[in-house]
């Protein structure tokens, strides 16, 4: 409705001025002129409403946005421990959650060493020969959930999305295996839906939000991090949402 108001305002006022002009008497231009001011201050409230409503929306856009990509990075470096650990992402909430609270990471130590090459003395008639090698000494554990996130627990929430409409709204989350070049590599995606996130917003700025394609936006109808269709572990939201991509 502000949009159609807003084409039509020109001619329309371009008419009123018209018909001060050349159509009335003098009495009837005094009322003219005052509707041609209503008007006119009706159109700069209006005008000034939808600029004012798209940098609230921003302001909140941003905001959440913040919110939801911190729960994204929680949700990969869960994800990056599981697969140093275990080899794969995890595609269930509950297990991800289990395995910070409940896992461990190994704290070795390389060293260099060597020993005697028997195949090779015994091609030497008995001169010892020697071959490098690499010793892995275990050194202790220090729990996921304590490298990661120290006494802090909000792992326990992470794939809550935040300021969905219920509090209750969970992150989407895909693992897998994508194969290149005859090699199984392990991919996993998590992500929300742009319109969660803003769903007390107005509708028309959301649609807006969606068809987003700039260096300095969010690209597409989603916040999400990883993909199952490449090797990618990182966010598709831009550096100025976060430090650190």
């Known amino acids: 409705m502000l949009k ?3 084409f039509l305002s020109i001619p329309i006022a371009v008419g009123l001025v018209y018909l001060v002009k050349n159509k009335f008497n003098n009495n009837q231009k005094k009322y003219l002129q005052m509707g041609l001011w209503v008007f006119i201050a009706l159109f700069s409230y209006l005008l000034y ?3 004012s409503d798209v940098i609230k929306f921003d302001e909140v856009k941003n905001y959440r946005y913040q919110s939801v990509i911190k729960n994204l990075k929680d949700i990969r470096d869960s994800q990056l421990a599981h697969r140093s650990i275990h080899g794969h992402f ?11 609270e409940n896992d461990s990471f190994t704290i070795t130590q390389r060293r260099d060493s060597s020993i005697i090459d028997r195949e090779l003395t015994k091609r030497y008639g008995g001169v010892k020969t020697y071959k490098d090698i690499i010793i892995v000494d275990t050194l ?4 996921v959930q ?5 006494i802090d627990n909000r792992f326990q929430t992470m794939m809550y999305v935040p300021f969905s409409k219920t509090g209750a709204v969970k992150f989407q989350l895909k693992a897998g295996f994508l194969n290149q070049n005859g090699i199984d590599i392990p991919v996993f995606e998590s992500k929300v839906m742009k319109k969660v996130i803003l769903h007390d917003q107005n509708s028309d700025l959301i649609f ?3 068809q987003v394609q700039s260096v300095d936006g969010v690209n597409g ?9 490449e090797v990618n572990t990182n966010g598709n939201w831009p550096k100025n949402y976060t430090k650190e991509k």
């Open 221 to 229: 109808p989603s916040l999400k991090i990883g993909s199952m269709d």
């Open 4 to 6: 159609v108001f807003l």
């Open 146 to 150: 304590d490298s990661l996130f120290g």
């Open 140 to 143: 202790g554990f220090v729990s």
């Open 208 to 210: 807006k939000e969606n």
């Open 90 to 100: 995890e595609n269930n909430w509950d297990s991800l959650v289990k395995f910070v």
């Open 49 to 51: 409403s939808s600029i």
